[in-house]
């Protein structure tokens, strides 16, 4: 690899340990995957969630705050993996939340800004278009690349405190130009999509093209910021998407072919009927649903304010509790607004900061669980043996408000 004398300077030690180590892992991967040289990043999402680091990348934290680390790029994180509000109400054990703990301060002596989200781009980190910057998780991944246009890898957790430390990453992947043409052509036939339906859209989407790159056309008018954010969180569930391109709607293919000449390698066709049997499909539950779940991604502030409307002046069935994730960015504009208690009057929790895809569920009895979004659905039988309802947000209400 061709490094400039700044970068060789931090693999020879010059600025310290930490950026030693880091680049040294970067170059390390560069030459593994035939990079040619570094690219400046100017941004970092991180992950801090104990939940999926576990020891090892605490350790890693921790070794990089004992040699002395700072992060050198604007830097925010994941969720966490525990909701500091709630954790003791449903039972999480202390051992568990003192290790996230200590990841949290350890990223926080390193220098993140303390947003605690998996939507940065809405507090704060929002990268401009053709900008390069190193980001972790996955449906942030796919909304930097997709929707702003920024130019990002998937970045596993360890290399992405690298980049945060050296503001570097090899030239490889999606970095590179000619690996974000599109690759396959969906067309999308079904007339007006609502929020459910972006998100099973994503789920078909990913299942269908793995990690090849979709051109999806067909879409709406109407399609807002937040139908695209559960578009490509779906598809970077039951797929490997990391960037989609839809005409008319997304940056790169409002700026030239998505395709750059080239033709297809395949064609899908997705319509009513596949929407209708994909959501056929991510319902298992036999049962009613005794917990709802939403907010994953994180809720935007229109979406706060649709559920305070939904749930206003309604209260949640005996046994039954609402659990809504949002970033502390969100909450406090939410809050602000009269939100945060009309939708907590009902007997909700704002779980902020936090996402219960990467958490426990504590000493909770629950197993059948209600979500409006696919992500949830997609995940959380795996991760916490439950039964899924998949439900539009008016709907999920409507089956946990009342006598």
């Known amino acids: 690899m061709e490094l400039t004398a700044y970068e060789n300077q931090m693999l020879e030690g010059a600025h ?11 170059v390390k991967l560069g030459q593994i995957y035939g990079a040619d040289r570094m690219v400046e990043v100017a941004s970092a999402q991180i992950m801090a969630h104990y939940g999926s680091l576990h020891d090892a990348g605490l350790e890693l934290a921790e070794k990089f ?14 969720p966490l993996s525990i909701c500091e509000r709630h954790w003791r109400d449903i039972g999480i054990a202390e051992e568990y939340a003192a290790k996230q703990e200590r990841l ?13 989200t998996c939507t940065p781009y809405f507090a704060g980190n ?59 052509l969906v067309r999308v036939e079904a007339g007006e999509l609502s929020s459910l339906d972006y998100n099973t859209l994503g789920l078909i989407i990913g299942k269908s093209v793995g990690n090849r790159v979709p051109v999806v056309e067909g879409l709406p008018d109407s399609a807002g910021v937040d139908d695209l954010k559960y578009l490509g969180a779906a ?21 030239g072919d998505p395709f750059g000449g080239e033709e297809p390698l395949e064609r899908l066709r997705v319509g009513r009927d596949e929407l209708t049997a994909m959501r056929r499909e991510m319902n298992t539950a036999s049962g009613e649903a ?19 409307g939904l749930l206003k002046g309604q ?85 946990l408000v009342g006598e």
């Open 235 to 255: 598809a970077a569930s039951s797929g490997v998407v990391a960037l989609y391109h839809a005409p008319g709607l997304t940056p790169e293919a409002m700026a």
């Open 315 to 399: 209260r949640l069935k005996p046994g039954r509790e609402l659990w809504v994730y949002t970033s502390p960015t969100v909450y406090e504009l939410a809050q602000g607004m009269g939100c945060v208690a009309d939708i907590t009057s009902s007997g909700a929790r704002i779980m902020d900061g936090n996402c219960l895809i990467i958490s426990p569920l504590g000493k909770t009895p629950f197993r059948t669980i209600i979500t409006d979004s696919a992500k949830a659905a997609y995940y959380l039988p795996s991760e916490h043996e439950v039964q899924m309802i998949y439900a539009e947000t008016a709907e999920l209400v409507s089956a």
């Open 16 to 26: 310290g340990p930490a950026p030693r180590f880091a680049m040294e892992v970067l």
């Open 126 to 184: 929002l990268p401009r278009f053709g900008q390069n910057v190193s980001w972790a998780e996955s449906s942030a991944v796919s909304f930097a690349n997709s929707v702003l246009g920024a130019r990002t890898n998937r970045t596993p957790a360890g290399l992405n405190y690298c980049a945060a430390l050296t503001g570097r990453m090899p030239r490889m992947g999606l970095y590179r130009p000619e690996n974000r043409r599109g690759q396959v």
């Open 65 to 78: 705050v004992a040699l002395g680390g700072r992060f050198i790029i604007p830097t925010t994180e994941d």
């Open 104 to 116: 949290r301060q350890a990223v926080l002596t390193l220098g993140a800004q303390p947003v605690w």
């Open 290 to 308: 005794e917990l709802g779940v939403v907010g994953c991604p994180h809720y935007s502030v229109p979406e706060m304010q649709q559920l305070a």
